[in-house]
Structures are given as C-alpha cells and as structure tokens.
C-alpha cells in the first residue's frame, strides 16, 4: 500500500490571522469579527480571555427559552409569571436596564423575549430563569450545561442577567459562538433582534444596537455596559448575501462603541469575500482498485468547499489529495477514501473527506487468482 498525494492548485489567497491583527487596529480590549458561513475567524484580539460579559450574557438566557419554543414545550403565546423577587432585583426601583414589569403580571413569552432583546429587561431574565427552573440560580446550572454543550470553553454562569458578578464571565469567541448559534437554530425567530422599539406598560423603548441605526442590513444581537465591563456589543450584519457576526468589549464610552462596531464590521465586508474552491461531488483524483471489475475509482469532493479569503492575498493555495492505494473492493459511491487538505499560509491545513464517485464491483473469485498471479508475475503494473 502506498499514500497517494496529488498536488493541485487553485485560486485562492490566505486568511492569516496575524496579518489581519496587524493590518486593523481597534480601540476595543476584546473582538472577534467571523464569517458565519465559514466559521473563518476575521480578526481576533484577546478572544478567549474570559471577561465580564454585561447583557451580552442574557444572549444565553435568549437561547434557552428560545430552544424551549422550538422543542414545542413552550409556545409564544404562552404566559410567564413575574414574581416579587424578579420584581425587586431587575423592576424599576433597581435603576438598571428593565421591562417595566410589575409583580403578579403574566406576561406573554413573545413580550418577554422583546423585553430581553430590545428592552435588554434585567427582570424579564430573572422571569425566565423562575419559569423554566424555578430559581436563577438553578437556571443558571442550566445556562452552563448548555454552554458546554454549544462548545463554549471560556465562559461561566450565576446569573440570568449579565449584572456583576466575579462567576459571570464569558470570552468572544464564545459570543460568537452563542451568536450564531442562535441566528442558524432559531431563524423564525431572530427578527425580534432587529426591532428598534417596545412598548410595555405604557412605557416605549429603543433598542440600544447602534448598528441598527447606522449600518444597512444589521439586525442584531445585544448591547452591554457595566463599568467593569466597559460598553460592548455583539453584533451581525448582511451584505451581498453574507453574514458576519462581530463581539466587541471595552471600550470607553457609548459614542466608541458606535464607531468601533461600525468600523470593524465594514472592514470585514470590503476587505474579505468566500470563495467557492470545490463542489460537492468535483472529481479531484483517482486511485488504482485492488480486485475490482474496474482497475480504478474517481475520488471526489464529498461536500461544497467555500473559504473566506482576504481580497488582497491572491496567491496559489495547495490542495493535495491523500489517500491509500490500490483500494480493495467492493466499493460503494460515497465510501470515504481519502481526505483533501487545503493548505493556506498562516492557517491550519483544512480537511475535507473525499469519498467513491461511483460503485466498484469485485471479481469473482477466478478473477481475483488471474489478479494475484499477475501482480506476482508482473508486480502492480
């Protein structure tokens, strides 16, 4: 058996992380802006740190009532109890964000989550919390169970709110994570990050996303402020049908958290397109066949390859299929056989599976001697 490497080249150019660090500067301690297409990570700075996350954490809250409503085991319609301690420690008298609900109120889900989403309401969290789990604090067992299970590495829970508290910690990399999360699980139920106002007890709100004011095709997710935390915000964006998804935190004042949010979602739009490199079945390679009605197999792409690339980086990208021959058959279309590993310069190789185009039937047992007696005679010719 040997290993088959095939060199082949395409176009493309590379998304060096380090280049784009250097390239662009912001005024924020932490950010990551990501392609939610591709997952490819855009810029970073300081994104696994674990910081305090503000409201930017009731984005977790968000995402398990909504997981609620899409299991069918809660419905929009139905109504949550708010209790005197949701009352006291997120209503009005607190000073902090707030939906203005008063103690008894059985408040619809739908207004509960436009109360989180474009209220950022302290006491519509605690609501939440109650409802599903009876405390915060047992809601906050499940906020991080879930975390784990969503592959968030640098974040932890004590609270439905985001308000300070030394266990209330989360990285960008996992907002962003949590952020697209809920735009690709939950689509028929994002538009509510978009809505610039609520109205709930009389009492009219704006949404506090700066980039749904200013930037064409925002429509989320969740601002935040503590002075620990400095003014942050998770956001996302859509131009030219692509999505990208940004998490900024501390930075100084509600006007940079304006601007900075602005500037580092445009740079990501103009300065990096994807790139379609493969399509799902593109015959890449072929390998000899061991036993097999026909002496070769074609090897092809098993799923779409679309890479986001820095438009200034055009150069030669190395893919290079590996695989093992001759491969035994039978072999059935769709057998992974082989993988492609696409090498770009200042990134990880990316592997994809390459898999059988077609069926390869195996020679009768006659056909395997002639088989056996010729490689001896001949070798693998």
């Not at 604090?137 to 030394?166: C, D, I, R, V, Y």
């Not at 069926?359 to 070798?379: I, Q, T």
Request: with cysteine; aromatic share 8%; glycine share 8%.
């Amino acid at each position: 058996m040997q290993l088959n490497k095939l060199g082949l080249f395409v176009l493309g150019c590379g998304i060096m992380c380090a280049w784009s660090a250097k390239a662009y500067e912001t005024a924020a301690r932490n950010a990551i802006l990501v392609d939610f297409d591709t997952g490819e990570y855009l810029f970073e700075k300081n994104i696994t740190e674990p910081v305090p996350p503000a409201s930017m954490s009731k984005l977790m809250t968000v995402y398990i009532l909504m997981n609620r409503i899409k299991d069918g085991s809660i419905k929009l319609d139905d109504t949550f109890s708010v209790s005197e301690n949701a009352w006291r420690k997120g209503g009005a008298a607190t000073g902090g964000s707030t939906m203005f609900l008063s103690i008894g109120d059985n408040v619809s889900v739908e207004n509960i989550i436009k109360g989180i989403v474009i209220q950022s309401g302290n006491d519509a969290c605690i609501v939440v919390a109650e409802n599903i789990s009876g405390t915060e604090e047992e809601f906050a067992a499940l906020m991080n169970k879930t975390a784990q299970e969503l592959g968030m590495k640098n974040s932890s829970f004590a609270n439905s709110t985001g308000l300070p508290h030394p266990d209330q910690k989360m990285s960008m990399e996992d907002l962003a994570i949590l952020s697209r999360a809920i735009i690709k699980e939950f689509p028929d139920l994002y538009h509510y990050f978009k809505e610039k106002e609520f109205t709930y007890n009389n009492i009219k709100q704006g949404n506090r996303n700066p980039l749904l004011y200013t930037m064409q095709g925002a429509d989320g997710l969740k601002t935040g402020h503590t002075e620990e935390a400095g003014f942050c915000l998770a956001a996302s964006a859509v131009k030219d049908d692509r999505r990208l998804i940004e998490v900024m935190s501390g930075m100084s004042s509600n006007k940079e958290r304006s601007e900075e949010s602005e500037r580092l979602m445009s740079w990501g739009f103009r300065e990096f397109k994807n790139y379609k490199m493969f399509n799902k079945g593109q015959v890449v390679a072929s390998s000899k066949v061991w036993y097999g009605k026909n002496k070769t197999v074609d090897l092809a792409v098993a799923d779409d390859v679309v890479k986001t690339i820095h438009t200034s980086k055009v150069d030669e990208v190395k893919a290079m299929a590996e695989f093992d021959e001759p491969i035994k058959a039978p072999i059935k279309a769709g057998d992974k056989i082989g993988m492609l590993k696409i090498e770009i310069e200042g990134q990880n190789p990316l592997e994809i599976p390459l898999v059988a185009a077609k069926d390869v039937e195996k020679v009768s047992l006659w056909g395997r001697f002639w088989a056996n007696a010729k490689f001896f005679l001949l070798g693998d010719k």
